[in-house]
């Protein structure tokens, strides 16, 4: 059985940091790409970035490039995302997801088949 577990979520003022983690178990996490979405009250889900296995390439949306980090460390099963300078609108719950697929310049939430039941990110101005 496949498990997804995302921590790290909380309250943090604008201009702060957040660091979200994803534990997987149930797969062979090193096989899997990697990807973090969000969906804030009333809006569709958005893929934040996503990360191809072995770390060998990485996806950011332009609402986060430039301030979000993502990583992994196959030996600990874990994904990582370090969100910096953050902004009210970055509030949202954010889902850690795992993928066979691998898309270069877009995120697709319907190419991820496991699911975390996510954290939620509060961004105060």
């Known amino acids: 059985q496949v498990q997804v577990v995302e921590s790290g979520g909380g309250l943090v003022q604008a201009g702060g940091s957040l660091r979200l983690s994803c534990t997987v178990s149930?797969?062979?996490?090193?096989?899997?790409?990697m990807g973090w979405f969000r969906q804030a009250p009333g809006k569709e889900r958005e893929g934040v970035s996503s990360i191809k296995w072995g770390s060998t390439s990485t996806f950011y949306s332009d609402s986060v490039k430039g301030r979000f980090a993502i990583s992994r460390d196959d030996a600990k099963n874990t994904l990582y995302l370090q969100m910096n300078n953050l902004k009210p609108e970055d509030t949202a719950i954010y889902y850690c997801?795992?993928?066979?697929?691998?898309?270069?310049?877009?995120?697709?939430?319907?190419?991820?088949?496991?699911w975390g039941q996510g954290t939620q990110v509060t961004v105060s101005s």
């Open positions: 149930g797969l062979t996490f090193g096989d899997y790409a």
């Open positions: 997801a795992a993928s066979v697929a691998w898309r270069t310049s877009t995120l697709m939430a319907q190419d991820y088949n496991y």
